[in-house]
């Protein structure tokens, strides 16, 4: 027996209020919750759904709270295994290519100083605009949030903070062969950055289906 939408958003607001606050996160626990209810129904329990869900909750709810973590791990890895097929794919090599080849292009236009600026900058600014565009999303339409963009965005900017730093105690060192290792570098880090963007868009729009599909 499936649950009804009622029962669906019931247990959706119950996760909600109990501060599970990224919707990706609440959406696996909702599945979770949702397939042992419909366990104990198709095994023979005959009670009201709110009856059901209240002894589940009585036993499990300090698990499911203190195994919020798992539920985080286990969206890091999911995203992991998604970001590392798409870095192989095509797509992704073309991405890859394409902003090395723009870099490259950047390097024989420009002089060495302007270049090393740009270079180092639209990483960074790029984080920062998706960011600001994330946040600015979130105010305005009051968006659901969801932990694959707040949990990896974050490392990616200390990254390219890092290089940064890296690039200014190195400087003297480098020359035009490893310009082209540096280029490569951060050629990786935007295309992981857009890769990963492009993952969360596709994982909301999944999570959507996934919600409606639970009806």
Avoid: W
């Avoid at 119950?14 to 979770?32: A, C, F, T």
């Avoid at 020359?175 to 992981?192: E, F, Q, V």
């Amino acid at each position: 027996m499936k649950l009804t939408f009622e029962n669906i958003m019931f247990i959706d607001n119950y996760l909600d209020n109990s501060d599970i606050i990224y919707k990706d996160i609440r959406m696996e626990m909702l599945d979770h919750i949702s397939s042992e209810i419909e366990d104990r129904i198709k095994n023979g329990d005959d009670r009201d759904f709110y009856y059901i869900f209240k002894d589940y909750m009585v036993k499990n709810k300090a698990r499911l709270l203190s195994d919020n973590k798992q539920f985080l791990k286990s969206a890091d890895r999911k995203i992991a295994k998604l970001l590392f097929k798409d870095l192989l794919s095509i797509h992704g090599l073309v991405v890859f290519v394409v902003i090395f080849y723009s870099f490259y292009m950047a390097f024989n236009y420009y002089n060495y100083e302007l270049f090393e600026t740009i270079l180092f900058a639209v990483p960074i600014i790029t984080s920062i605009f998706f960011g600001l565009a994330y946040f600015i999303a979130l105010k305005s339409y009051k968006l659901n949030r969801y932990s694959v963009i707040e949990r990896v965005a974050f490392p990616f900017i200390i990254i390219f903070h890092v290089l940064t730093s890296l690039n200014n105690i190195l400087k003297p060192l480098i020359d035009g062969n490893s310009i082209l290792i540096m280029i490569a570098i951060i050629s990786l880090c935007l295309t992981l950055l857009i890769l990963l963007f492009k993952i969360t868009i596709s994982l909301a729009k999944t999570y959507q289906i996934r919600f409606t599909n639970l009806v």
